[in-house]
């Protein structure tokens, strides 16, 4: 069960002041960074990037950028802080009900913060709306 967020650190700029009226909606991207885990408590550390461009194009100029990090804290049975660490420490993923999770707390309050920093900037609220659902990436059949 998530026991705290933690926003430690806020970046953004804008790289082009002339795309900001031709700017797109952001590509998010959520990076879980580190787990810590001690006892019955994980800590796990994240990176929340909202990228702007002057198009969707492949080749689009880049218009600027926000970037969230911190700390989600996790207090889980010792087993299952066991199966949540020997996982990343073999497959840097996390089991999918607690990504799932994170990545949904995650899309909340930095969205809600990201959006402060957004407006301040003349960027467009990286705002997500829509719940995460993560699948087991499936073994290929023989």
């Known amino acids: 069960m998530i026991t705290g967020f933690t926003?430690?650190?806020?970046?953004?700029?804008?790289?082009s002041v002339e795309g900001l009226g031709k700017q797109r909606f952001p590509k998010l991207n959520i990076n879980l960074d580190s787990v810590n885990a001690d006892g019955a408590k994980v800590k796990i550390g994240y990176t929340f990037e909202a990228l702007y461009f002057d198009s969707d194009a492949k080749d689009a100029n880049s218009v600027g950028q926000l970037k969230l990090g911190g700390t989600v804290e996790l207090q889980e049975t010792r087993e299952q802080v066991q199966n949540i660490s020997k996982r990343w420490t073999e497959k840097k993923t996390l089991p999918v009900e607690i990504a799932e999770e994170i990545i949904n707390g995650l899309n909340f309050r930095c969205s809600a913060t990201g959006t402060l920093v957004a407006y301040a900037l003349g960027l467009i609220p990286p705002l997500v709306i829509s719940t995460t659902k993560i699948q087991e990436a499936q073994a290929p059949a023989k």
């Open 7 to 15: 926003i430690s650190s806020v970046e953004g700029k804008i790289e």
